[in-house]
């Protein structure tokens, strides 16, 4: 708008050029029509400036100056003002009649387009007026940073507009200004930007949602004003989300995000650096925001908020598994609730068996994949031609479960009373459900192949098509500028015999871990004992045992909790 504004008064300019040129008038009329035309100049410049003092901190960046004059046009009038005094003043003192005219003609151009910049800048006055303007503002950042592809993380720190905005952020959080929040939060929210700009768009979104999750923990802002904002910051993620070519790396990053923040909210809690009421506001913004994007995923949710949530955002397997290899980390919420969607997706058959009674996901995707009575859908062969052979869906799924381990809750902790929400529990049983999903995928039933798969896990490395190689491929260029950095499985070795370990355990009161225990007696004392320490940390009971391999067993009977009420019944 503000280049046809110049083309607009360079026109204006040049007809008026050309009418003092045929119709020069007299020094007298010239010296009148001036002196009304600068008492009326001089009065709107002293309306604006009194509005804008009123209106507008000279602390504040956001809006910024640039953008002010950008939209009241105020450079442009006091240009044409400049020009009208240089020519008028020339042509009196030349005795130029027509430059004279030009100049007076040039200062009725600026009266008219000063009422203009008054009206628009009285306009900012009112909050609507402001929010609409920096609207816009984030908007064009954000589309300029979408035609040009650049979603580095330096190079949005570094635009000029986005420093602004977090600026603002930072400033209203601090303080603790919930209007200034909300206003700075449906600003983005309401921002209207192309799809190019989507990725930008994401990011940004993710900034500002940790940046008031981190004022709420640290800085004491108000907590219910935070997740307020932090709702409509997620579900305009989803939205934007939705309009990307490769929706997985975004919304996968979401959802680590999420399960980190529960985590974090709980940790701090407890260590007493934030309160127990912001602790709960963030597990309740995860936990239920993690259920709205399963509904998205899941081809034929159980319930659904809107109509956009009936069908799957993900279109090929390496999304799924992408977006599943993130949806299960930092031991977020509806963690074993993911797998329904990803094996209806996958296969185009439903899995129909409940995971609290003990039943094997995994077990039924392969079997469906690879088994005697494999499925011929049309998912089901794409799936088999991203997987390849049945060793390499074992394989990728082992390293989906290392992550899974290394990423639990420290059960150590304590769980406040405020904290616990459905599918967020200090529950055992639903730690067992989780990690029964990976345990009954048994690969392999004897020490001797699972210290072969164990070797497998930590010497091989991912070939060019392997779905683990296609993940990281397709997460190459989206930085969202996360706090919690993606961990290759290869760097968690402890883990990695835990995830071996876990396929070995016994499953029910009555069954042997003699396999369990021939296997973790052939492992070198240093990797035993590493593995000994994680699990102290995330299985309960296994703190109790000074040795490391009874702390791996016993703390691995937690997957004998699930099905309980299903053994006792019969």
């Given amino acids: 708008m503000q280049k046809w504004r110049q083309v607009a008064l360079l026109l204006c300019a040049l007809v008026l050029g050309l009418l003092a040129v045929t ?3 007299e020094h007298d009329d010239v010296v009148d029509a001036t002196q009304f035309s600068i008492a009326f100049f001089a009065t709107l410049l002293t309306g604006e400036a009194v509005i804008f003092a009123l209106t507008f901190s000279a602390a504040s960046s956001w809006p910024s100056l640039r953008a002010i004059d950008s939209h009241i046009a105020f450079r442009e009038w006091v240009l044409v003002g400049w020009f009208a005094a240089l020519f008028t003043a020339c042509g009196l003192l030349v005795g130029d009649a027509p430059g004279a005219t030009y100049g007076a003609l040039l200062f009725l151009l600026a009266n008219v387009f000063g009422i203009f910049s008054f009206i628009r800048l009285f306009g900012l006055a009112s909050v609507g007026g402001r929010n609409e303007l920096l609207r816009h503002t984030l908007a064009g950042a954000l589309s300029r940073q979408g035609a040009q592809a650049v979603r580095s993380t330096g190079a949005q720190e570094n635009d000029a507009v986005i420093n602004s905005y977090l600026g603002a952020v930072s400033q209203a959080a601090t303080s603790n200004d919930p209007t200034a929040l909300r206003h700075l939060a449906h600003q983005l929210v309401e921002a209207e ?14 900034v500002v949602l940790h940046r008031l999750a981190r004022a709420t923990l640290i800085s004491g802002a108000d907590p219910a004003q935070v997740a307020a904002c932090s709702r409509i910051l997620v579900d305009s993620s989803i939205v934007h989300i939705r309009r990307l070519a490769d929706p997985a790396p975004a919304l996968g990053s979401l959802s680590r995000y999420l399960a980190w923040l529960a985590n974090t909210a709980l940790l701090m809690s407890v260590r007493g650096v934030a309160s127990n009421r ?18 998205c995923v899941d081809p034929d949710p159980k319930s659904a908020a809107a109509r956009d949530e009936l069908g799957t955002i993900l279109t090929t397997p390496v999304q799924v598994l992408l977006w599943c290899s ?3 980390e930092f031991h977020g919420a509806h963690q074993a609730s993911a797998f329904y969607g990803v094996h209806e997706i996958l296969t185009g058959a439903k899995f129909m068996g409940n995971y609290w009674d003990g039943a094997s996901v995994l077990t039924q995707l392969r079997d469906n994949l690879y088994g005697a009575a494999a499925l011929t859908s049309t998912e089901a062969r794409d799936t088999r031609e991203v997987f390849g052979s049945p060793h390499d869906f074992d394989h990728f799924w082992a390293l989906v479960s290392v992550t899974a ?5 420290d059960v150590r902790l304590p769980h406040p009373p405020e904290l616990i929400r ?5 529950d055992p049983q639903l730690l067992g459900a989780y990690l029964r999903t990976f345990a009954t995928h048994r690969y392999f039933d004897s020490a001797d192949q699972a210290r072969s798969a164990l070797l497998t896990l930590v010497g091989r490395a991912d070939t060019p098509g392997s779905p683990a190689a296609e993940i990281r491929t397709a997460r190459r260029g989206h930085d969202y500028r996360m706090p919690a950095p993606i961990t290759e499985p290869h760097h968690r070795p402890a883990a990695m015999v835990l995830a071996i370990a876990c396929r070995l355990a016994p499953l029910a009161p009555d069954d042997t871990d003699t396999d369990l225990r021939r296997f973790l007696a052939t492992l070198p004392v240093p990797a035993l004992r590493a593995a000994a320490r994680l699990a102290v940390r995330v299985l309960p009971g296994a703190a109790e045992q000074p040795d490391p391999a009874d702390a791996i067993v016993l703390g691995l009977a937690v997957l004998q909790l699930v099905g309980t009420h299903t053994r006792e019944g019969s």
Avoid at 193 to 206: D, R
Avoid at 405 to 409: S, W
Wanted: charged share 25%.
């Fill in 405 to 409: 381990f290394a990423t639990l809750r």
């Fill in 326 to 328: 993130d949806f299960t």
């Fill in 422 to 426: 459905p599918e967020f529990t200090p």
């Fill in 23 to 25: 119709w020069p008038r």
């Fill in 278 to 295: 912001a602790a709960r506001e963030l597990v309740a913004l995860s936990t239920d925001a993690r259920l709205k994007i399963l509904r």
């Fill in 193 to 206: 930007v192309p799809a190019a700009s989507a990725e930008p768009a994401i990011t940004l979104h993710l």
